[in-house]
């Protein structure tokens, strides 16, 4: 029996919006975008030092001007320091631990999530998934912590975690050498599944401070909502 040319294009559409809408395949896409905007970012910079660097050596005198040999020699010089400044500038390393310690908590997790995309790439593919869970508890957490007070305890909390504990799992798998990654050690689990385990502990642990952010903002509009009923809510019955 054939299925009706409606139910196949209605199942086609939920499933490519599920595709679509899947957070994983989001933050991917994120992240190329992010890259590809570096990338156009570098280029814009070297074409505007490019600009700038020789008509200026030209006025100055320093390119087919009475320095002869030296300017010409120079100015390939001075444009490749200057390409190299750029790139060093639009590609260098993101947030490093202190920074991620030191920082505002309301930007913690925009530089935990530009932090874990550079570290990712050294990480096996197992644990992909779970970095992916961690990325997405962090974007649930980003406008809560936006207005939790800087010394609340789920603020400690939340900090500790990802500038404390994630990176020094993340750097200690790092040292391991590569042969040693999935050899149990000392008669107990392999340093992969360690760090594995561990990003699931983080993921968890995250996920309970979230739980409790909420119910804590849930709590408080309950209370003002009561607050508000008892105060106006009798206005009504009032005579006129």
């Known amino acids: 029996m054939a299925f009706p040319i409606e139910r196949v294009i209605e199942e086609a559409s939920q ?9 994983r395949r989001a933050r991917r896409r994120k992240r190329k975008r992010e890259r ?18 020789i008509p200026a050596m ?17 100015a390939p010089v001075v444009l490749l320091l200057s390409w190299l400044s750029i790139f060093f500038y639009v590609f260098r390393r ?7 310690a030191a920082g505002p ?33 962090i974007e649930s957490l980003t406008p809560q912590l936006a207005a939790l007070n800087a010394d609340a305890p789920q603020a400690n909390e939340v900090r500790r975690l990802l500038s404390e ?9 790092r040292k391991v050498p590569k042969a040693l990654v999935q050899q149990p050690l000392y008669g107990g689990a392999t340093p992969e599944t360690q760090l594995l385990e561990g990003l699931e502990t983080i993921d968890k642990q995250l996920g309970r401070v979230h739980e409790q952010l909420a119910k ?15 105060k106006y809510g009798n206005e009504d019955d009032e005579p006129k």
Do not use: C, N
């Open 15 to 23: 499933l490519a919006r599920r595709w679509a809408e899947d957070p």
């Open 36 to 53: 590809k905007k570096k990338i156009l970012r570098a280029i814009a910079l070297m074409m505007i030092v490019t600009f700038v660097v």
């Open 58 to 74: 030209i006025a100055g005198g320093f390119l087919f001007g009475p320095r002869g040999v030296e300017g010409l020699i120079a």
């Open 94 to 100: 993101p947030a490093t631990r202190q920074v991620l």
């Open 105 to 137: 908590i309301a930007q913690l997790p925009a530089q935990t999530g530009e932090w874990l995309d550079f570290e990712r790439e050294g990480l096996p593919w197992k644990a992909q998934g779970k970095i992916d869970s961690i990325e997405q508890r």
């Open 165 to 173: 504990e994630l990176p020094e799992l993340v750097r200690g798998y």
């Open 216 to 230: 804590d903002d849930l709590h408080a509009l309950a209370t003002h909502q009561r607050y508000l009923e008892l």
